[in-house]
C-alpha cells in the first residue's frame, strides 16, 4: 500500500471549514484514498473514501487531485466535536484486510 | 443497532500475568481485526480473521500473543507472561465482509501492565 504524509496538526475555528491534506504521490491506479478519525478515547471512525472522483457524505467531502497524488478531507462547518486525530489512508480497493495507520493530523478546533 | 463491543474496558495486571480479551463484533459480520494502539504511537494492526479461521496473522508481535474465533462471532485475544511493553490500548473492528471497505471499531481494551 502505498505511504501517506499528513501534517502532525492543524488548527480551526468552530464553524469554518476545516480543510486536511494528505500527499500520497506513490499511489496506483488501484488504490483508493481512505480516511478515518480517532476522537480522544474512542476507537477509529470511516469518515469517507474514493477512488478519483471528488466524493461527498454527511460527514465531509474527499477532493482528490486529477494526479491522484494529494488529496483534502473538508469538514465544512467544523464543531468541537471534530476534534480529532485524522487518518490518511491509502490501500487497494474492494480486497479488505487490514488498515494501515499512519501518524495523522490531530486537528483542534478552537472556539 | 448495537457495535462492536469488548471487555474488560480497563485491565490492570502484574508482569508474567496471562491476560485475555474479549471482542463481540456487530451482528453479521464476518471480518474481525484487531489493532493496538501504544501510549504516543499509531494504531499497529495485529490479526484478522475471515470466520473462524485466521488468513493474517502477519501483526502479532511475538508467541505470547494469541488469538481465536468460534462460531463465527466472538473473538478472544490472549497475551501471556505479559510484559509492561504489551501495555498499551487494544481495539477491535469488525466489518460486513472480508472485502467490505468500512471498518467498525470497538472503544477498546486498555491494558496496563505493572
Known amino acids: 500500500d502505498a505511504k501517506t504524509t499528513q501534517p502532525p496538526s492543524m488548527d480551526c475555528a468552530e464553524g469554518r471549514a476545516a480543510n486536511l491534506p494528505c500527499n500520497h504521490s506513490t499511489i496506483s491506479g488501484n488504490e483508493y484514498v481512505y480516511w478515518y478519525r480517532q476522537i480522544h478515547s474512542q476507537g477509529p471512525q470511516y469518515i469517507i473514501h474514493g477512488l478519483k472522483n471528488n466524493e461527498t457524505n454527511e460527514m465531509a467531502s474527499l477532493i482528490i487531485t486529477e494526479d491522484r497524488k494529494s488529496s483534502t478531507l473538508i469538514l465544512p462547518h467544523a464543531t468541537l466535536r471534530d476534534t480529532a486525530v485524522y487518518y490518511c489512508i491509502v490501500r487497494v480497493g474492494n480486497q479488505g484486510g487490514k488498515l494501515i495507520f499512519g501518524q495523522g493530523t490531530e486537528l483542534s478546533v478552537k472556539p | 443497532g448495537a457495535g462492536v463491543s469488548q471487555s474488560p474496558s480497563n485491565k490492570v495486571t502484574e508482569k508474567g500475568k496471562d491476560v485475555e480479551l474479549r471482542c463481540d463484533p456487530i451482528?453479521?459480520?464476518?471480518?474481525l481485526y484487531w489493532y493496538r494502539q501504544s501510549l504516543g504511537q499509531g494504531l499497529e494492526f495485529l490479526i484478522y480473521f475471515q470466520g473462524n479461521s485466521a488468513p493474517d496473522k502477519s501483526g502479532l508481535p511475538s508467541d505470547r500473543f494469541s488469538a481465536e474465533r468460534t462460531g463465527g462471532s466472538v473473538s478472544t485475544l490472549t497475551i501471556q507472561r505479559t510484559q509492561q511493553e504489551d501495555s498499551a490500548v487494544y481495539l477491535c473492528?469488525?466489518?460486513?465482509?472480508?472485502?467490505?471497505?468500512?471498518?467498525?471499531f470497538g472503544p477498546g481494551t486498555r491494558l496496563l501492565v505493572l
Open positions: 473492528a469488525s466489518s460486513l465482509t472480508p472485502k467490505e471497505e468500512t471498518q467498525y
Open positions: 451482528s453479521g459480520h464476518t471480518a
